[in-house]
């Protein structure tokens, strides 16, 4: 079992910042893979940006160059630091871990981007 607590969402403005933590029960070593995904209302669920226990990274083309995950070891954290946030980027935001051919979902945090 792997659970996980968001937090850092919130309300900004059009071209500020916010950044994103989630943060694992275990060790972050031990989980292959962790992603932030989001969902708009309306919308499906989709994948923004994600980290492996490698340390590679992918993200959404609609993110790229304005949001970063990274890892805090010490703290078994993921981060996603985003930038330059539009209205568009409205959504709840939710961390999964995969680990061992299971997957664990965060309860989720909101980001509202509104002038």
């Known amino acids: 079992q792997v659970q996980l607590v968001e937090s850092g969402g919130g309300l900004v403005q059009p071209g500020g910042s916010l950044r994103l933590s989630c943060a694992a029960s275990?060790?972050?070593?031990?989980?292959?893979?962790v992603g932030w995904y989001r969902q708009a209302p309306g919308k499906q669920r989709e994948l923004v940006a994600q980290?492996?226990?490698?340390?590679?990274?992918n993200y959404a083309d609609s993110v790229k160059g304005r949001f970063t995950i990274s890892r805090d070891n010490d703290k078994n954290t993921v981060l996603l630091q985003m930038n330059s946030l539009k209205p568009e980027d409205t959504a709840v935001y939710y961390c999964?871990?995969?680990?061992?051919?299971?997957?664990?979902w965060g309860q989720g945090t909101q980001v509202t981007v509104s002038s």
């Open positions: 999964k871990a995969s680990r061992l051919g299971y997957h664990y």
């Open positions: 275990v060790s972050i070593f031990r989980i292959n893979a």
């Open positions: 980290i492996t226990s490698g340390g590679s990274t």
